[in-house]
């Protein structure tokens, strides 16, 4: 009998240890873009309307992690709604160069098997994100541009295609109309230093269940851009990146962003010289960046779900969801924070 109660209580330990369950944090962080964004220049009801976004954005992603889905799925959901959106600067939102068209960039990247996939120039994939993540999943490759990834798109079915005029806004004419009547005559292969005039990207960085993590970035550029120019959205460790420690999106000038490896550059200080996430990124984005002369924000998070967002300009269209579920969203400095 002493046998039989022994062994009967063995077999509840067993089982009760099979049902417990071991759960690691999840947490989501995105943006909408960084730059010039005064308060009196945004009205009451475009702000509610950023802010509805952003929260839809959230919701996307974390209906995903929450199901133990992964951060891959994650990232991709809520770049989509984002890009969905006539709002941000990417897909309907996107910006027109200097032709009166749009190019659009995307990219992502997961961190634990460092697969990644970009697109560039693209003008007539809706979702490009979906385009960029069919590269780093069905081609050998990882950043396709212009006809050639135009051409890849033509061999996945998945793809939504769109005509170029389907990303038209009036906003975003405007902005081209203002931009072109302020131009300078200054020679046209000279940057113009314009602080602040780079923004309006889209980005996600997501932690799941099972200790991974995503990045993803997307943009339209930059307003009146010439010659095919491309900024670091679409290129890994500029404007993203993920490792098994750490994920970042960047937005803000291009340029700088890539010259400085601002993306790969944050995560090498967690994983190298052991910083913390938050020291790394303000040392890259308030200093490094700034020290070359450029602006913007980035978001990012580690494997703990630690999430920082620092940024150099006005404001920052940014949302989160922390491990504890606490979520805000945010777009001036003076706002809440995730730290």
């Known amino acids: 009998m002493r046998i039989f109660l022994l062994l009967l209580t063995l077999f509840a330990m067993t089982v009760h240890a099979k049902e417990k369950v071991v759960t690691k944090p999840i947490a989501l962080v995105i943006h909408g873009g960084a730059g ?3 308060r ?12 509805t976004a952003l929260d839809r954005a959230l919701d996307a992603g974390h209906a995903v992690l929450s199901k133990g889905g992964s951060a891959l799925d994650a990232v991709s959901a809520v770049v989509v709604i984002l890009e969905d959106s006539p709002l941000f600067n990417a897909g309907k939102g996107a910006v027109f160069n200097a032709d009166g068209k749009h190019e659009l960039d995307a ?3 997961e961190g634990h098997t460092r697969r990644a996939g970009a ?15 069919a590269v780093m999943e069905y081609s050998q490759h990882v950043m396709l541009a212009g006809t050639g990834a135009e051409q890849f798109a033509d061999t996945q079915t998945q793809i939504n295609r769109v005509p170029n005029a389907w990303f038209d806004t009036d906003v975003r004419r405007k902005q081209l109309e203002l931009s072109q009547q302020r131009e300078s005559a200054q020679a046209l292969n000279e940057i113009p230093t314009v602080s602040g005039a780079y923004f309006g990207t889209v980005g996600a960085v997501a932690l799941d269940a099972q200790g991974h993590i995503a990045a993803a970035t997307s943009t339209g550029g930059m307003t009146n851009k010439k010659f095919g120019r491309v900024g670091d959205s679409p290129v890994i460790g500029a404007g993203t990146w993920a490792d098994e420690n750490c994920g970042v999106s960047g937005t803000g000038w291009g340029e700088h962003y890539i010259r400085n490896a601002v993306a790969h550059d944050i995560c090498a200080r967690v994983a190298y010289r052991g910083d913390t996430l938050a020291a790394a990124a303000d040392e890259v984005i308030l200093k490094r960046v700034v020290a070359t002369g450029g602006d913007g924000g980035a978001i990012a998070l580690d494997r703990e779900g630690n999430i920082v967002m620092p ?9 989160w969801i922390k491990p504890d579920g606490s979520r805000g969203t945010a777009i001036f400095k003076e706002e809440g924070t995730a730290r």
């Open 311 to 319: 940024f150099n300009t006005s404001g920052m269209y940014r949302a």
């Open 40 to 51: 009196a220049a945004l009205s009451a009801e475009n702000e509610k309307a950023i802010h």
């Open 119 to 133: 697109v560039a120039s693209v003008t007539t994939i809706r979702n490009p994100i979906h385009l960029a993540r």
């Open 107 to 109: 990219s992502i990247m």
């Open 36 to 38: 010039v964004i005064e």
